[in-house]
Structure formats: structure tokens, C-alpha cells
């Protein structure tokens, strides 16, 4: 059975205190990995995609990174507006239909 | 603005009652999915519609039943729910090509609270 799993579960930085998430996975025939934010009382917000192991994508303070096992977003210097939810998933088959783990909480204090 | 606008944004609605719930893409996509959303819990696929046509359905309870009378709109017909159904409801859309990584874009999502 495919399983995504998020660590850790919640984490809370000081604005400037870089530090990684991840995301393990185990699905065959893996179609791409997906990092979403999710903002309290809002729909998730479309970060990056990836698709083979060794990509890396960034965006401004974020860089997602894959492995065939993981994939890691790495939050450089994080100022208080990155807080929210990051959400990992990933799709399996040639549809959209996507497979969440339970997210990241992350709180960036000033 | 995401591209995909979800109305009501939140509902409070009794067992008893029967409501719906709206979802428009203004994407072009030709895809489009129910996802709930509840407390400390993953996000679930509930139902995905290719071209107006149901592809999946995920062992979702019949009082929940979705309609997609074309490729921009997408509903979810709500009738006897459960206290346990409260939740955030997502509608996402994405461009189906059958090839790899189909970026999925969510609405705001409505807030469904079952008293």
C-alpha cells in the first residue's frame, strides 16, 4: 500500500534558522512528488513538482530535493510569513489524484 | 485567486438538511476532484471527474453525491449527514493528459459544519 509520511510534525523556528523537512515514500511507479503550502482556513498552494530522484527545484527561500526513498524542503533563513502548513504528495498513476501525508506544521517566530 | 473559486465558503447545516456545495474552475482544465479535509488527518480524495465523466469514487458514502454537468463546474450534493462529515471540502482541478506530474490546484475550500 502506497504511504507518505511527513516529519516532523510540527516545527517552530526563529526568523533566520534554516532547517529541512521531510517526506518518505513508498509507491511504485512513482509519477511525481508534490510539495503544497497550506495557509490556516485556506486551500493548499502549489509549491513545486518533481519527478526523478536527484531533482531539485527553488523558490525563494524554498528548494525541494529528491531521492528514490524522500524528498526533503529545505526553508533557508525563514522569515514569520514562511509559518504554515507544507504538504507532501505524491501521484502514482497517470491521473492527478494525489496521495497526502499529514504535513508539516512549521511557526517562524521574529 | 487560485483559478478554482469554491461557494460557500461556510455552511452549518443540520442532519436533516440537503445543501450543495460549488466548485468553478476558470483554468481550462479538463479534470476535477472533491478532497476532504478533517482535523489531524491527510488530506482524502473523495471523487475525480475527467471530461464530466466520474472516474473514481473512493468508497465515499452515498450521502455524499457530486455532479459535473461540464468541464468548468463541479458540485457536491449534501443530504442526512453525520456530525463526522464536518470538515474542510477542497475542489481542485487540474489539466488531464495522461502524462506525468498533473499539478492539482485547489480552491479556498468551504468549511462544512453538520449539527
Known amino acids: 500500500e502506497d504511504q507518505v509520511t511527513q516529519s516532523p510534525e510540527a516545527l517552530r523556528l526563529q526568523e533566520g534558522e534554516s532547517s529541512s523537512l521531510n517526506c518518505s515514500y513508498t509507491v511504485s511507479g512513482l509519477r511525481g512528488l508534490f510539495w503544497y503550502r497550506q495557509d490556516p482556513g485556506k486551500g493548499p498552494e502549489f509549491l513545486f513538482t518533481?519527478?526523478?530522484a536527484g531533482e531539485e527545484k527553488e523558490k525563494e527561500r524554498l528548494k525541494a530535493t529528491l531521492t528514490k526513498k524522500e524528498s526533503f524542503l529545505h526553508i533557508t533563513a525563514p522569515k514569520p510569513e514562511d509559518s504554515a502548513t507544507y504538504l507532501c504528495?505524491?501521484?502514482?498513476?497517470?491521473?492527478?489524484?494525489?496521495?497526502f501525508g499529514a504535513g508539516t506544521q512549521v511557526v517562524v517566530t521574529p | 485567486e487560485t483559478g478554482v473559486t469554491q461557494t460557500p465558503r461556510h455552511l452549518v447545516m443540520g442532519m436533516t438538511n440537503k445543501k450543495s456545495l460549488k466548485c468553478e474552475q476558470h483554468l481550462g482544465h479538463n479534470a476535477m476532484y472533491w478532497y476532504k479535509q478533517s482535523a489531524k488527518k491527510p488530506l482524502e480524495l473523495m471523487f475525480v471527474?475527467?471530461?464530466?465523466?466520474?472516474?473514481e469514487n473512493n468508497s465515499v458514502p452515498s450521502r455524499f453525491s457530486p455532479e459535473c454537468p461540464n468541464s468548468s463546474h463541479l458540485f457536491l450534493h449534501l443530504h442526512t449527514l453525520q456530525p463526522e462529515d464536518s470538515a474542510l471540502y477542497l475542489c481542485?482541478?487540474?489539466?488531464?493528459?495522461?502524462?506525468?506530474?498533473?499539478?492539482?490546484?485547489f480552491g479556498e475550500g468551504s468549511w462544512l459544519t453538520v449539527v
Open positions: 471527474y475527467s471530461l464530466e465523466e466520474r472516474v
Open positions: 504528495a505524491v501521484q502514482r498513476d497517470s491521473w492527478g489524484k494525489l496521495q
Open positions: 518533481l519527478y526523478s
Open positions: 481542485a482541478s487540474s489539466q488531464e493528459t495522461g502524462g506525468t506530474g498533473n499539478t492539482i490546484y
